[in-house]
Nanobody, 125 residues
Framework: QVQLVESGGGSVQAGGSLRLSCAAS????????MAWFRQAPGKEREGVAA??????TAYAASVKGRFTISKDNAKNLYLQMNSLKPEDTAMYFC????????????????????WGQGTQVTVSS
């Protein structure tokens, strides 16, 4: 059974940093596309960043240069978020797709079968 558990969310002021973590279990972690999505109230879920089994990454234009996605051999996925802005406020979700490459660059939520419960990030101005 695939399980994804996020942690690391919180409240910060604009310009601050947070590091999100996602603990994965129940599948061949290193052969999956992993991604972070976010959803703000009243908005659609959007892709933030993705990393495939080869280590290739992709980012949404709104976070490029500020966020970094990474993973380790202990089945943990990370999202380092720097220079946070109020518009980054959202519930952040970890997602997994059991393909070695990320379909559509990992940007479409419909490509991911497995999801965590989410962790809230709030950025104040």
């Amino acid at each position: 059974q695939v399980q994804l558990v996020e942690s690391g969310g919180g409240s910060v002021q604009a310009g601050g940093s947070l590091r999100l973590s996602c603990a994965a279990s129940g599948y061949t972690y290193m052969r999956a596309c992993m991604a972070w999505f976010r959803q703000a109230p009243g908005k659609e879920r959007e892709g933030v960043a993705a990393i495939d089994s080869f280590g290739s990454t992709a980012y949404a234009a709104s976070v490029k240069g500020r966020f970094t996605i990474s993973k380790d051999n202990a089945k943990n996925l990370y999202l380092q978020m720097n220079s946070l802005k109020p518009e980054d406020t959202a519930m952040y979700f970890c997602a997994a797709d059991l393909n070695p490459t990320c379909l559509y660059g990992g940007s479409r939520s419909s490509s991911f079968a497995y999801w965590g419960q989410g962790t809230q990030v709030t950025v104040s101005s």
